[in-house]
C-alpha cells in the first residue's frame, strides 16, 4: 500500500488530480455543517443575482435560490450517484464477467450474447429506456447508469478471468478440491481486483456525466433537489442572459471529472508497473543507443563477435537500471564462451544487446561496441541488424513456450524462419524443418514438425528452439540458458550436438548457464559476472580449478559434486546488489569475507592476475584468491 501511494503521488498530475478530487469531497461532506443558505428557498425578488452579490457569493438562479449552497448540495448528491453507480456496475459486471469466464462453455455463451444485447443498443437509449421503464428520479437514474456500465466491466473482467481460469495454480487448487466458490475467491478474484479497480477508477467520471446528463433531460433529480445536471438543465433557458448560472454547475463538472480522470490514469499506472516502465508500450525494433563516450576501435583478434566495453541500462521514470556496466567479451570461430553468474547479474541483457533486442522503452544502449566481424552493430540499421538476426547470428532462448507461436505447427515455425532468410519453395524449406527436427533428437520428426507447441513437452520445445536457431547455419550462436529444461541424457545429446557443430562447422557459442558441469563440458572460456560487470574472465579449467576472484571461488564452492561425498555446501550470504543503486568500488564488498577500505573506493580493473605469467585471465579484484597463482604454478 506504501509503495502504491509512493508511486501515485510520484506522479505530479494523478497528484495533482487526487488534490482537487478530495478537496470536492471534503467540500461535499462538510456541506451539512457548512453555515449555507437553504438550497430550495426560493426568493423572486432577488432573481439572477451575480456573483459577489451580498449574502450570495456565486448569486441566485432564475428562483431566487442561492447558486452556493445549491452547487454544493448538487455537487454532494452528484458524487454519491456517481461512486454509487460505479460500485453497482462494478459489482455486478465483475461478478458477471468472472462467472462467464470461469466456467465458460455454454454458461459463458448465454452470460455473454445477452451482454452483447445490451451492447447493442447506444448507451444513452438504453438509460432513457430504463429510467422511462421505472420513472423518473435520482434512484432511477443511478440503477439506469449502473445497468448500462455493467457490459463494459463484464466484458473486461470475463476477458482476463478466461487467460486465469487455466492457469497452473488455479488447476492446482481444483486437485487440491477446492470448490468452486473457494477458486473464484481466493485464486481468481484477487488477480482481477486491481483490473476491477483501475476500471473503476476511470470510469467514475463517466459515469457522473451520465447521471448529469439525465438530470439535465429532467429524468433524474426532481425540483426543488438539486444536482449537477439539474443546475445546468434549469440554467438552459438563461444560458446567454445570466451564463454565471450555468458556467457554475459546469465548472464544477469539469473539476470533479478533470480530478477522476488524473487520478485514475495514476491509480492505473501505479497498478501495473509494466505501463510505468514501459514494457507495454510497443517496444522499438532496435534497442534506443545513446552512447555517452566514444566508440572502442576495432581490434584485430581474429574474433567474430566482440562486446567492448558495453553499457545496457533501463531508463524508468527517474531511475537508471545499470543491468550491463561495461562487458567486454570476445569470441572466436569454432570457440565456446561460458557467461555464468548468479540471477540478475545481467547475462541475458548483455546478450540481448548484442543483437539490439533489448526492448526499448525501457532499455538504452548507453556506450560500448559491439562488433561482428569488425563491424560494430550499435546503432547499426535496422535492416542490416534484421539481416543478421537469425541467419548468421542466432538466439536460444530461455523460454520456448514464450517465443513460439502457438496457434502455428512447429515444422512452418521452422521453415518460416528459413524462409525469411532464404527464399526457397515451401516443401524444400518443409524438408529442412524435418532434417532440423531429427537433427536435435525429436522422436519421430517427420509427424512432430506437424505438431502445435502445445502438443510437445517442455523439454521438445526447447529443441525445437535450438533448431530454429540451427534453421541457417550461423556463425554465432547465443544461448540462454538452452538446455535447463532438458533430462540429462537430452541434455548430453545436444551438447554433444552443439560441440561437433563449432568443431565442424567453426560455429561460435556464446554460452549463458548456471551450470558449471555445462561449461566444463562445452566451454574453452568462461566469463563470470557479478552485477553486470564481468568479474573473471579465463580458460574454463583454470577459473574452474583455481578461481581467482571471491566470488568465483564462492559460486563454485557452492556447487555439489556427484560422488564428492559428504560435504558442507557453502551458500554465498546476502543479495547480489539492486542494479539502480551500485555503490562505489567492488560490487560484491558487501557479501565478500576479504573487503578492506579500498574494495569501496573507486573503480578496479580488469586485469591479470599479479605474478600471474597467464595473459589469458583476468580478474576485477584487489585481493585475488592467491592459489589462482600458487596451484597453477605447480608442476
Ligand atoms: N525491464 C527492466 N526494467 C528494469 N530492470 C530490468 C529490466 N529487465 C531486466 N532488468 C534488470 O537487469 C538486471 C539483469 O537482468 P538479466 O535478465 O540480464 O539477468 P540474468 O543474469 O540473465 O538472470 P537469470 O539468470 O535469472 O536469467 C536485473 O537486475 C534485472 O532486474
Not at 464544477?252 to 514494457?279: K, T, Y
Not at 540499421?381 to 541467419?391: C, H, I, N, T, V
Not at 557479501?591 to 605474478?611: M, S, V
Amino acid at each position: 500500500m506504501a509503495q502504491f501511494l509512493t508511486l501515485l503521488l510520484r506522479n505530479r498530475l494523478a497528484a495533482a488530480g487526487g488534490v482537487l478530487l478530495t478537496m470536492v469531497v471534503l467540500l461535499a461532506l462538510a456541506v451539512p455543517v457548512l453555515p449555507l443558505q437553504a438550497p430550495n428557498v426560493t426568493d423572486t425578488a432577488n432573481r439572477f443575482l451575480t456573483p459577489l452579490a451580498e449574502g450570495h457569493l456565486l448569486g441566485t438562479d432564475h428562483l431566487g435560490r442561492d447558486l452556493l449552497s445549491r452547487l454544493l448540495w448538487g455537487t454532494r448528491l452528484s458524487l454519491a450517484v456517481g461512486f454509487a453507480a460505479a460500485i453497482f456496475a462494478a459489482f455486478f459486471g465483475a461478478a458477471i464477467g468472472i462467472i462467464a469466464g470461469y466456467f465458460g462453455g455454454r454458461t459463458d455463451n448465454l452470460i455473454m450474447r445477452a451482454v452483447d444485447m445490451l451492447m447493442a443498443f447506444p448507451y444513452i437509449l438504453l438509460a432513457l429506456a430504463i429510467v422511462a421503464a421505472l420513472g423518473p428520479g435520482l434512484g432511477n437514474a443511478l440503477i439506469a447508469v449502473a445497468a448500462v456500465n455493467v457490459p463494459f466491466f463484464a466484458r473486461n473482467i470475463r476477458g482476463i478471468t478466461v487467460g486465469l481460469a487455466h492457469k497452473e495454480f488455479v488447476d492446482a487448487a481444483r486437485l487440491a478440491g477446492l470448490g468452486h466458490t473457494r477458486i473464484i475467491l481466493t485464486e481468481i478474484l484477487p488477480n482481477v481486483l486491481p483490473v476491477i479497480v483501475i476500471a473503476m477508477s476511470t470510469t467514475i467520471g463517466w459515469m457522473i456525466l451520465e447521471t448529469a446528463g439525465l438530470s439535465f433531460l429532467g429524468l433524474g433529480s426532481q425540483p426543488p433537489q438539486a444536482d449537477l445536471g439539474s443546475m445546468l438543465g434549469e440554467a438552459r433557458s438563461a444560458l446567454i442572459t445570466n451564463p454565471h448560472t450555468s458556467v457554475v454547475p459546469g465548472a464544477m463538472i469539469l473539476i470533479i471529472v478533470m480530478g477522476i480522470n488524473l487520478l485514475g490514469d495514476g491509480v492505473r499506472d501505479a497498478l501495473d508497473p509494466r505501463l510505468r516502465s514501459g514494457a507495454l508500450t510497443r517496444p522499438r525494433p532496435t534497442t534506443r543507443v545513446d552512447r555517452n563516450g566514444p566508440v572502442p576501435e576495432a581490434e584485430r583478434d581474429g574474433a567474430i563477435l566482440s562486446l567492448q566495453n558495453l553499457h545496457t541500462q533501463f531508463h524508468v521514470k527517474n531511475r537508471v537500471y545499470k543491468a550491463v556496466g561495461g562487458v567486454s567479451l570476445k569470441v572466436k570461430p569454432g570457440e565456446c564462451l561460458g557467461v555464468i553468474g548468479e540471477s540478475g547479474s545481467g547475462k541475458s541483457v548483455t546478450a540481448l544487446s548484442i543483437m539490439g533486442l533489448v526492448a526499448s522503452p525501457p532499455g538504452v544502449i548507453t556506450g560500448g561496441a559491439v562488433r561482428y566481424r569488425g563491424e560494430d552493430l550499435v546503432g547499426a540499421p535496422y535492416e542490416a541488424l534484421r539481416r543478421l538476426r537469425g541467419d548468421r547470428v542466432a538466439y536460444i532462448f530461455q523460454d520456448p513456450l514464450a517465443t513460439l507461436h502457438p496457434l502455428y505447427k512447429v515444422g512452418d515455425q521452422l521453415a518460416e524462419a528459413i524462409r525469411v532468410h532464404h527464399p526457397i519453395p515451401k516443401a524444400q524449406a518443409w524438408a529442412r524443418a524435418i532434417a532440423l527436427l531429427k537433427q536435435v533428437r525429436i522422436p519421430n520428426p517427420e509427424s512432430r514438425a506437424g505438431s502445435y507447441p502445445h502438443e510437445m513437452s517442455g523439454g521438445m520445445r526447447q529443441r525445437v528452439g535450438i533448431a530454429m536457431a540451427l534453421a541457417n547455419d550461423p556463425d554465432v550462436i547465443i544461448a540462454d540458458e538452452p538446455t535447463t529444461a532438458l533430462d540429462v541424457t537430452v541434455q548430453a545429446q545436444i551438447l554433444s550436438l552443439l560441440d561437433d557443430l563449432r568443431r565442424d562447422r567453426g560455429l561460435a557459442i556464446v554460452f549463458i548457464t548456471h551450470d558449471f558441469g555445462v561449461v566444463a563440458q562445452l566451454c574453452d572460456r568462461v566469463a563470470v559476472m557479478y552485477a553486470g560487470r564481468i568479474v573473471e574472465t579465463g580458460p574454463t579449467q583454470a577459473v574452474l580449478a583455481t578461481p581467482a576472484h571471491p566470488y568465483s571461488a564462492r559460486l563454485i564452492a557452492c556447487v555439489p559434486e556427484l560422488g564428492a561425498g559428504r560435504r558442507r555446501l557453502e551458500a554465498i550470504p546476502g543479495l547480489p546488489p539492486a542494479v539502480d543503486r551500485l555503490e562505489a568500488g567492488c560490487a560484491f564488498a558487501p557479501r565478500c569475507l576479504k573487503t578492506r577500505a579500498e574494495c569501496r573506493a573507486g573503480e578496479i580493473a580488469l586485469k591479470g592476475p599479479a605474478n600471474s605469467p597467464d595473459t589469458d585471465r583476468e580478474v576485477r579484484c584487489l585481493y585475488p584468491e592467491t592459489a589462482a597463482v600458487s596451484e597453477r604454478d605447480m608442476p
